[in-house]
C-alpha cells in the first residue's frame, strides 16, 4: 500500500451499488482482499499475532462473501503474487516493527494488562496476507473459485489462464489485459498500487455483503495532482513508499502541513525537475539514504515498474514494453527460470518460497512469533533446518540449467544480518536417481490401496509409509518412467511424490523398504489411525526426534511459543521438499502435464498450512491446574478440571475435553515411534518415565 494514498483518493473516489457489476467478472488482488479481511472488524482476530495457525473465522468469512458474490451475479477470480522481484535490502524492516509491537504486547500480557495486550497483538504486522495464501487457495478450490498465481507482483501480472475456462486477472494482469483490449474481465479490484501500471480504473473497495463498491480513476488522480503526466504520477508514488521500494527518507522526516505522501513527494520532484530520478540522485549523499542504497533500489524499482514480467495466455513470460527493455532485466527482475515452472506456478501446483531462494540466492530468515530470542530456535534455523532445505533446493536445481546445481544460496538471519551464511548445493547428493526410481502406476498401487482401505489406513503420509510394510509390494515399486506410460491419475502422481519425498528424508532406502526412521515411524503412525492431523503431528515430531530436539528440557521446561515456532519452521522445510518432488515429477516428464487437476493435487498433500499453539496451551492449562491440587491423579479431580477448562478458561470451546483427548493421543503416537526406535532416540528412559506421569494425569 502506498502511505496515505487513502487520505488523497478516498475524496477522488465513487461509489456505486453492487448491482452495477450484475453480470461481470472481477479480477481481484488477493493480497487486497486478505488484508481487508484481516483487518475487518467483524473477523479481525488480533491474538493470531501471538498464537499463530490460522484465523478461526476465515472459512466461515470467505464463505459468505463467495455466496454473496454470486447472489450478485459477480464472478471473482483471484490473483496471487509470485517470486519477490528481485532482491531487497530491507528484507527484516517488517520483522522489525512486528517484534518491537510482539514485545510490547508481551510485556503489557505479563503486567497484567490483557485487553491491552490483545490490542497491541491486533496491531503487529507479524501476521501478513502471504502467511495465509496456501489455506486462502484451498478454501477457493473447494467452492470451485478461479484462482492464479502471478509469476512476479500480482500488480502487474494479467495473463489468461489456460483453458476456455481460464479468465483471469490480477492487479497486474489487468494492466495487461487492459493493455491489449481484451475483455476477460470487466473490472479489477485491489490497492492503490494497481495504479502504477496504467490501469485506468480500481476497485479500492469491493464489500458483497454491504452490498457497495468503491472505485478510483487514473484520470481523477492525475487530475487531484494538478493534471501531471504519468510518468510524474507514478514517481511521486514510488518515493511515497509501494511493495517495490520504501518511502523516500527525507518524506519520513517530512514535517510539511501535506496531508499526504504523494503531495509532499510531489512538492520535492517540483524542485528538481519533476523527477524522481533527480530527487534521488540530489540526496544520494546523505548518509540514511545511502544507507539503505536508495538511488539503485529506484532505479531497480522503476524498472520493474515498467518492465514488469507476466505469463502471456500462451504460457510465455514476457515484459511490458519489451521492446525497449534492457538486455539485462534479471538484474532487477530476478534470475528467470523456464516457463514451465511459471506455468506449475500460476496453477497452484508449487508456491514460490523455494523458486524464490533459487532466482534471488538468498534466503532471509526473519524471527518467529516469540521473536526468537533462544539459542537452541537460533541454532535450528542456522544450522539444523539447513539439510532439509538444502535437499529442497537441490532437487528443484538439477532440474533447471546445470548452472544452479553448484551455485550456493545465502542464508541471512535475523539476529546476526549483517553476516551471510552459504548453503553449499555442490555438497549434496544428486536426487535425480532416487526419484527416478518411483514410478508406480495403478495396477500395483491400486491393489495395495484397496488392501490398506480395508484395514483403515488413510492419509498420504499413513498409506505412503504403512503400503511398504509388505516386502512384496515394495519389492515391485521400484520402477523407472515408461515413456509410453505415464502417470496418469491423482492417485499415482500423489503416492509417487510421497514416496520420493520420504526415500530423500531417509525414511525409505534405495531397496524401498523401511529404514529404522522408517520403522519408527510407521509405529507411530500405526498409532495415530486416521486422523490426519496427528499423521502430521506424528511426523513432524519424528523429524524434530532426529535433531534430538525432543527430550527432557523441552518436555518439561521448553517455552511453548518457542516450540511452537520451531515446529512451524520444520512444517513449512517439509512442505518445501514436498512441493519440489511434486514439481520435479511434472518438470521430469513423469506425469501426463496436460490436466486440470494440478492445485487439487497440491493442496491435498501434506503440511499445506500451519498450527496454532492452541492445543498446547489447553494441556497446559489443564496440567499446571492438575499440579496445583492435593490429589492430582484422582478421578475426580481430573474430571473437575476438566470441566473448568470447558466452562471458565475455554468456554467458547466445541469439544475441550475432546481437545485433551487428542492431544494425549499425539502424545501416545509419537512415544509409540520413540519405543520402538532402537538406539536413534537417547533418554528413551525420560519418556517412559514422563508416559508413567501423564497417564495417572489423563
Given at each position: 500500500?502506498?502511505?496515505?494514498?487513502?487520505?488523497?483518493?478516498?475524496?477522488?473516489?465513487?461509489?456505486?451499488?453492487?448491482?452495477?457489476?450484475?453480470?461481470?467478472?472481477?479480477?481481484?488482488?488477493?493480497?487486497?482482499?486478505?488484508?481487508?479481511?484481516?483487518?475487518?472488524?467483524?473477523?479481525?482476530?488480533?491474538?493470531?499475532?501471538?498464537?499463530?495457525?490460522?484465523?478461526?473465522?476465515?472459512?466461515?468469512?470467505?464463505?459468505?462473501?463467495?455466496?454473496?458474490?454470486?447472489?450478485?451475479?459477480?464472478?471473482?477470480?483471484?490473483?496471487?503474487?509470485?517470486?519477490?522481484?528481485?532482491?531487497?535490502?530491507?528484507?527484516?524492516?517488517?520483522?522489525?516493527?512486528?517484534?518491537?509491537?510482539?514485545?510490547?504486547?508481551?510485556?503489557?500480557?505479563?503486567?497484567?494488562?490483557?485487553?491491552?495486550?490483545?490490542?497491541?497483538?491486533?496491531?503487529?504486522?507479524?501476521?501478513?496476507?502471504?502467511?495465509?495464501?496456501?489455506?486462502?487457495?484451498?478454501?477457493?478450490?473447494?467452492?470451485?473459485?478461479?484462482?492464479?498465481?502471478?509469476?512476479?507482483?500480482?500488480?502487474?501480472?494479467?495473463?489468461?489462464?489456460?483453458?476456455?475456462?481460464?479468465?483471469?486477472?490480477?492487479?497486474?494482469?489487468?494492466?495487461?489485459?487492459?493493455?491489449?483490449?481484451?475483455?476477460?474481465?470487466?473490472?479489477?479490484?485491489?490497492?492503490?498500487?494497481?495504479?502504477?501500471?496504467?490501469?485506468?480504473?480500481?476497485?479500492?473497495?469491493?464489500?458483497?455483503?454491504?452490498?457497495?463498491?468503491?472505485?478510483?480513476?487514473?484520470?481523477?488522480?492525475?487530475?487531484?495532482?494538478?493534471?501531471?503526466?504519468?510518468?510524474?504520477?507514478?514517481?511521486?508514488?514510488?518515493?511515497?513508499?509501494?511493495?517495490?521500494?520504501?518511502?523516500?527518507?527525507?518524506?519520513?522526516?517530512?514535517?510539511?502541513?501535506?496531508?499526504?505522501?504523494?503531495?509532499?513527494?510531489?512538492?520535492?520532484?517540483?524542485?528538481?525537475?519533476?523527477?524522481?530520478?533527480?530527487?534521488?540522485?540530489?540526496?544520494?549523499?546523505?548518509?540514511?539514504?545511502?544507507?539503505?542504497?536508495?538511488?539503485?533500489?529506484?532505479?531497480?524499482?522503476?524498472?520493474?515498474?515498467?518492465?514488469?514480467?507476466?505469463?502471456?495466455?500462451?504460457?510465455?513470460?514476457?515484459?511490458?514494453?519489451?521492446?525497449?527493455?534492457?538486455?539485462?532485466?534479471?538484474?532487477?527482475?530476478?534470475?528467470?527460470?523456464?516457463?514451465?515452472?511459471?506455468?506449475?506456478?500460476?496453477?497452484?501446483?508449487?508456491?514460490?518460497?523455494?523458486?524464490?531462494?533459487?532466482?534471488?540466492?538468498?534466503?532471509?530468515?526473519?524471527?518467529?512469533?516469540?521473536?526468537?530470542?533462544?539459542?537452541?530456535?537460533?541454532?535450528?534455523?542456522?544450522?539444523?533446518?539447513?539439510?532439509?532445505?538444502?535437499?529442497?533446493?537441490?532437487?528443484?536445481?538439477?532440474?533447471?540449467?546445470?548452472?544452479?546445481?553448484?551455485?550456493?544460496?545465502?542464508?541471512?538471519?535475523?539476529?546476526?544480518?549483517?553476516?551471510?551464511?552459504?548453503?553449499?548445493?555442490?555438497?549434496?547428493?544428486?536426487?535425480?536417481?532416487?526419484?527416478?526410481?518411483?514410478?508406480?502406476?495403478?495396477?500395483?498401487?491400486?491393489?495395495?490401496?484397496?488392501?490398506?482401505?480395508?484395514?483403515?489406513?488413510?492419509?498420504?503420509?499413513?498409506?505412503?509409509?504403512?503400503?511398504?510394510?509388505?516386502?512384496?509390494?515394495?519389492?515391485?515399486?521400484?520402477?523407472?518412467?515408461?515413456?509410453?506410460?505415464?502417470?496418469?491419475?491423482?492417485?499415482?502422481?500423489?503416492?509417487?511424490?510421497?514416496?520420493?519425498?520420504?526415500?530423500?528424508?531417509?525414511?525409505?532406502?534405495?531397496?524401498?523398504?523401511?529404514?529404522?526412521?522408517?520403522?519408527?515411524?510407521?509405529?507411530?503412525?500405526?498409532?495415530?489411525?486416521?486422523?490426519?492431523?496427528?499423521?502430521?503431528?506424528?511426523?513432524?515430531?519424528?523429524?524434530?526426534?532426529?535433531?534430538?530436539?525432543?527430550?527432557?528440557?523441552?518436555?518439561?521446561?521448553?517455552?511453548?511459543?518457542?516450540?511452537?515456532?520451531?515446529?512451524?519452521?520444520?512444517?513449512?522445510?517439509?512442505?518445501?521438499?514436498?512441493?519440489?518432488?511434486?514439481?520435479?515429477?511434472?518438470?521430469?516428464?513423469?506425469?501426463?502435464?496436460?490436466?486440470?487437476?494440478?492445485?487439487?493435487?497440491?493442496?491435498?498433500?501434506?503440511f499445506l498450512t500451519d498450527n496454532d499453539c492452541g492445543l498446547g496451551i489447553a494441556v497446559k492449562s489443564?496440567?499446571?491446574?492438575?499440579?496445583?491440587?492435593?490429589?492430582?491423579?484422582?478421578?475426580?479431580?481430573?474430571?473437575?478440571?476438566?470441566?473448568?477448562?470447558?466452562?471458565?478458561?475455554?468456554?467458547?470451546?466445541?469439544?475441550?475435553?475432546?481437545?485433551?483427548?487428542?492431544?494425549?493421543?499425539?502424545?501416545?503416537?509419537?512415544?509409540?515411534?520413540?519405543?520402538?526406535?532402537?538406539?536413534?532416540?537417547?533418554?528413551?528412559?525420560?519418556?517412559?518415565?514422563?508416559?508413567?506421569?501423564?497417564?495417572?494425569?489423563?
Open positions: 500500500m502506498i502511505p496515505s494514498f487513502d487520505d488523497f483518493a478516498t475524496p477522488l473516489s465513487e461509489v456505486a451499488p453492487l448491482s452495477e457489476l450484475d453480470g461481470a467478472v472481477v479480477a481481484i488482488e488477493a493480497s487486497h482482499y486478505l488484508g481487508r479481511l484481516l483487518m475487518n472488524p467483524s473477523s479481525k482476530e488480533p491474538l493470531l499475532a501471538a498464537l499463530g495457525g490460522l484465523p478461526f473465522t476465515m472459512r466461515t468469512t470467505v464463505q459468505n462473501e463467495i455466496a454473496a458474490f454470486r447472489d450478485a451475479n459477480i464472478k471473482p477470480i483471484f490473483v496471487f503474487d509470485g517470486l519477490d522481484v528481485s532482491k531487497t535490502k530491507a528484507v527484516f524492516q517488517q520483522a522489525d516493527e512486528a517484534v518491537r509491537a510482539n514485545t510490547t504486547a508481551w510485556s503489557l500480557y505479563n503486567q497484567h494488562q490483557a485487553e491491552n495486550a490483545v490490542t497491541a497483538f491486533g496491531e503487529s504486522c507479524a501476521v501478513t496476507a502471504e502467511s495465509f495464501y496456501r489455506y486462502f487457495q484451498l478454501l477457493l478450490q473447494e467452492l470451485g473459485v478461479e484462482f492464479q498465481i502471478a509469476p512476479y507482483s500480482a500488480l502487474a501480472q494479467v495473463s489468461t489462464l489456460y483453458g476456455s475456462q481460464w479468465r483471469l486477472l490480477t492487479p497486474q494482469k489487468l494492466a495487461y489485459l487492459e493493455q491489449r483490449g481484451t475483455d476477460f474481465v470487466d473490472a479489477v479490484s485491489g490497492s492503490h498500487e494497481l495504479l502504477l501500471f496504467d490501469v485506468d480504473k480500481v476497485i479500492t473497495r469491493l464489500d458483497p455483503q454491504q452490498g457497495d463498491f468503491m472505485w478510483l480513476t487514473r484520470r481523477a488522480c492525475l487530475e487531484g495532482l494538478g493534471n501531471v503526466p504519468s510518468d510524474v504520477f507514478v514517481d511521486a508514488c514510488m518515493l511515497s513508499g509501494s511493495a517495490f521500494l520504501p518511502t523516500l527518507p527525507q518524506l519520513e522526516a517530512n514535517n510539511s502541513r501535506k496531508p499526504t505522501k504523494i503531495k509532499a513527494a510531489l512538492d520535492l520532484m517540483n524542485s528538481f525537475g519533476r523527477s524522481g530520478i533527480n530527487v534521488c540522485l540530489h540526496y544520494q549523499d546523505d548518509p540514511q539514504f545511502r544507507q539503505m542504497d536508495y538511488l539503485d533500489r529506484y532505479r531497480r524499482s522503476r524498472l520493474a515498474v515498467k518492465h514488469h514480467a507476466i505469463l502471456t495466455k500462451d504460457g510465455k513470460i514476457e515484459l511490458f514494453d519489451q521492446t525497449s527493455a534492457p538486455g539485462d532485466s534479471h538484474e532487477f527482475i530476478g534470475q528467470r527460470l523456464p516457463d514451465e515452472v511459471y506455468f506449475y506456478m500460476s496453477k497452484g501446483l508449487v508456491g514460490p518460497r523455494v523458486l524464490n531462494w533459487r532466482t534471488i540466492g538468498e534466503i532471509a530468515q526473519g524471527p518467529p512469533l516469540d521473536n526468537g530470542d533462544s539459542n537452541d530456535y537460533q541454532r535450528f534455523v542456522r544450522s539444523q533446518i539447513i539439510p532439509l532445505r538444502v535437499s529442497a533446493l537441490s532437487a528443484l536445481s538439477h532440474y533447471l540449467h546445470r548452472v544452479y546445481v553448484h551455485k550456493d544460496v545465502m542464508l541471512r538471519v535475523w539476529f546476526d544480518r549483517n553476516n551471510t551464511n552459504p548453503l553449499i548445493m555442490r555438497d549434496a547428493a544428486d536426487p535425480k536417481p532416487v526419484l527416478a526410481g518411483w514410478n508406480v502406476k495403478s495396477a500395483l498401487l491400486n491393489s495395495r490401496l484397496d488392501q490398506l482401505n480395508g484395514r483403515g489406513v488413510s492419509g498420504a503420509i499413513g498409506v505412503a509409509v504403512e503400503s511398504l510394510t509388505d516386502p512384496a509390494f515394495a519389492k515391485q515399486t521400484n520402477v523407472t518412467k515408461d515413456v509410453s506410460n505415464l502417470l496418469q491419475s491423482k492417485d499415482e502422481i500423489v503416492y509417487n511424490t510421497m514416496w520420493r519425498f520420504l526415500h530423500l528424508r531417509g525414511y525409505i532406502n534405495d531397496e524401498h523398504g523401511l529404514t529404522a526412521w522408517g520403522k519408527a515411524l510407521e509405529r507411530g503412525l500405526n498409532v495415530a489411525g486416521s486422523d490426519i492431523e496427528i499423521q502430521e503431528a506424528v511426523f513432524v515430531a519424528v523429524e524434530l526426534l532426529r535433531l534430538e530436539l525432543l527430550h527432557q528440557h523441552y518436555m518439561f521446561t521448553g517455552h511453548l511459543l518457542g516450540f511452537h515456532s520451531m515446529v512451524t519452521t520444520m512444517r513449512q522445510a517439509l512442505r518445501d521438499l514436498e512441493e519440489m518432488c511434486l514439481l520435479t515429477l511434472f518438470m521430469g516428464g513423469d506425469a501426463e502435464r496436460d490436466r486440470d487437476d494440478l492445485a487439487e493435487i497440491s493442496l491435498g498433500l501434506p489443564y496440567l499446571d491446574e492438575l499440579a496445583g491440587q492435593p490429589d492430582p491423579t484422582s478421578p475426580a479431580t481430573r474430571d473437575a478440571t476438566r470441566q473448568k477448562g470447558s466452562t471458565e478458561w475455554f468456554p467458547h470451546s466445541i469439544d475441550y475435553p475432546g481437545d485433551l483427548e487428542k492431544a494425549f493421543k499425539i502424545w501416545d503416537a509419537v512415544y509409540a515411534a520413540v519405543k520402538d526406535s532402537g538406539d536413534l532416540v537417547k533418554e528413551r528412559k525420560y519418556w517412559r518415565e514422563t508416559d508413567e506421569w501423564l497417564t495417572q494425569r489423563r
